[in-house]
């Protein structure tokens, strides 16, 4: 990446920032027609040698402030807070779909934060010990009415539906206080983890009380992991069950939790997680936080309704979500430890994707996703070739480190 930065005796909302994206190798473009031009243009621009994308410091601005005012007073916009946004993944990684997208769904599309309370789930720092498995609680005979089921991490399930019975964690939940607990084999667990260092842990403030899980049972809602890697898979709960470290969507109008988690596991949300995501985790990871979801893009309530109507949701709720290569046609490597240096991730060619390979209750999925933004079946494929992309350079551009 190469910033240029011109010193300038005044700074205005409306100075130009350019994010510049080269397709041919430096040496060619270092040419000064190409570079005067460049300089000059103030219009978006596309073509074989570079895309680039202008945007005024005001915009930048109110895409990254974060208020709750329904109206921003643009003659205090330096007073709202500014917690950032995406530039590299939406300016610089982004590939011309997005920006389609963004014109065709610019009355189709809302940021999550507007329709839905956007939380993250427990952080307890205290796992090792408030986390059992049924085998731990049959052990310490821990009575059944202190603890409560958990969604630990995506390794839990690979189904989108959550249900009870598929999970095998359990975390300690009660609120009674230690001092009323003696009589129970709960207490003996806890002295016993105490003896063990329990109490050292910074987050185990309260002696007394350092075990109780605070969490309020939000359900129905859907569940987003923090940590994606190839499979691109969000919960949706309405079982009492509680969430680990994940990021928590509730929307306001319950009825349209469904078709919210849906669209949330469609490709188009898919590419969405891999521009809008931070990248910088070992071995390819993504990163999503909260601050992400609420700036999240999704079809509007009107037009989440539509997905309501898809035949196949119970069929794609309860089947399991492989990763995004094997959910788009593309057969992973099932050799046991294969040391193939093309596995899994080279062999991919995105522009060799099609319809008729994509899984058929996901392409179905798809289809009303993007025809609710107008998408023709060319863009669609783009969409396609994108995420394909976006993964395949993500997980090789890890390995490579």
Same mark, same amino acid.
């Given at each position: 990446?190469?910033?240029?930065?011109?010193?300038?005796?005044?700074?205005?909302?409306?100075?130009?920032?350019?994010?510049?994206?080269?397709?041919?190798?430096?040496?060619?473009?270092?040419?000064?027609?190409?570079?005067?031009?460049?300089?000059?243009?103030?219009?978006?621009?596309?073509?074989?040698?570079?895309?680039?994308?202008?945007?005024?410091?005001?915009?930048?601005?109110?895409?990254?402030?974060?208020?709750?005012?329904?109206?921003?007073?643009?003659?205090?916009?330096w007073n709202y807070p500014y917690i950032g946004n995406k530039w590299g993944g939406k300016y610089l990684r982004a590939p011309e779909i997005f920006f389609t997208i963004l014109e065709k769904g610019k009355d189709k599309l809302v940021k999550l934060g507007d329709i839905a309370k956007v939380k993250r789930g427990?952080?307890?720092?205290?796992?090792?010990?408030?986390?059992?498995?049924?085998?731990?609680?049959?052990?310490?005979?821990?009575?059944?009415?202190?603890?409560?089921?958990?969604?630990?991490?995506?390794?839990?399930?690979?189904?989108?539906?959550?249900?009870?019975?598929?999970?095998?964690?359990?975390?300690?939940?009660?609120?009674?206080?230690?001092?009323?607990?003696?009589?129970?084999?709960?207490?003996?667990?806890?002295?016993?983890?105490?003896?063990?260092?329990?109490?050292?842990?910074?987050?185990?403030?309260?002696?007394?009380?350092?075990?109780?899980?605070?969490?309020?049972?939000?359900?129905?809602?859907?569940?987003?992991?923090?940590?994606?890697?190839? /499979?691109?898979?969000?919960?949706?709960? +309405?079982?009492?069950? *509680? #969430?680990?470290?994940?990021? %928590? @969507?509730?929307?306001?109008? =319950?009825?349209?939790?469904?078709?919210?988690?849906?669209?949330?596991?469609?490709?188009?949300?898919?590419?969405?997680?891999?521009?809008?995501?931070?990248?910088?985790?070992?071995?390819?990871?993504?990163?999503?936080?909260?601050?992400?979801?609420? /700036?999240?893009?999704?079809?509007?309530? +009107?037009?989440?309704? *539509? #997905?309501?109507?898809?035949? %196949? @949701?119970?069929?794609?709720? =309860?089947?399991?979500?492989?990763?995004?290569?094997?959910?788009?046609?593309?057969?992973?490597?099932?050799?046991?430890?294969?040391?193939?240096?093309?596995?899994?991730?080279?062999?991919?060619?995105?522009?060799?994707?099609?319809?008729?390979?994509?899984?058929?209750?996901?392409?179905?999925?798809?289809?009303?996703?993007?025809?609710?933004?107008?998408?023709?079946?060319?863009?669609?494929?783009?969409?396609?070739?994108?995420?394909?992309?976006?993964a395949k350079n993500r997980l090789l551009k890890a390995r490579s480190r």
């Amino acid at each position: 990446m190469i910033v240029f930065i011109e010193k300038s005796k005044t700074i205005s909302l409306n100075d130009v920032l350019k994010f510049i994206v080269f397709k041919k190798p430096f040496g060619e473009i270092i040419k000064p027609e190409i570079l005067n031009w460049i300089h000059q243009t103030k219009e978006k621009t596309i073509n074989d040698t570079f895309h680039l994308i202008p945007k005024t410091r005001k915009e930048l601005w109110l895409e990254g402030i974060e208020t709750e005012e329904n109206q921003i007073n643009e003659n205090r916009l330096w007073n709202y807070p500014y917690i950032g946004n995406k530039w590299g993944g939406k300016y610089l990684r982004a590939p011309e779909i997005f920006f389609t997208i963004l014109e065709k769904g610019k009355d189709k599309l809302v940021k999550l934060g507007d329709i839905a309370k956007v939380k993250r789930g427990l952080v307890t720092g205290l796992d090792t010990y408030l986390f059992l498995s049924e085998d731990e609680i049959i052990q310490y005979k821990i009575e059944k009415k202190f603890v409560k089921k958990i969604l630990r991490s995506p390794r839990d399930t690979n189904k989108i539906l959550v249900k009870d019975a598929d999970l095998n964690t359990f975390s300690i939940y009660t609120d009674i206080s230690k001092s009323n607990l003696e009589n129970t084999y709960l207490y003996k667990y806890l002295i016993e983890c105490e003896n063990q260092g329990a109490l050292n842990r910074a987050t185990a403030k309260q002696k007394e009380k350092w075990y109780i899980v605070d969490q309020e049972i939000n359900i129905p809602c859907v569940s987003i992991p923090r940590a994606p890697y190839e /499979r691109h898979i969000i919960y949706i709960i +309405e079982e009492d069950i *509680l #969430i680990n470290d994940m990021v %928590i @969507i509730i929307p306001y109008d =319950s009825k349209i939790i469904i078709p919210t988690g849906l669209y949330l596991n469609s490709t188009l949300s898919s590419m969405f997680l891999e521009l809008l995501s931070r990248s910088n985790l070992g071995l390819g990871t993504l990163k999503f936080e909260k601050v992400d979801a609420l /700036r999240f893009l999704l079809l509007t309530p +009107e037009n989440l309704s *539509l #997905i309501s109507k898809v035949n %196949i @949701i119970e069929q794609f709720l =309860s089947r399991p979500i492989k990763s995004i290569f094997e959910e788009l046609g593309f057969q992973k490597c099932n050799q046991k430890n294969c040391k193939h240096p093309e596995h899994p991730y080279e062999y991919v060619k995105p522009e060799e994707v099609s319809f008729d390979k994509i899984m058929p209750d996901r392409r179905e999925l798809d289809k009303i996703v993007f025809e609710a933004l107008g998408l023709t079946e060319d863009e669609q494929l783009e969409v396609y070739r994108a995420v394909l992309e976006l993964a395949k350079n993500r997980l090789l551009k890890a390995r490579s480190r």
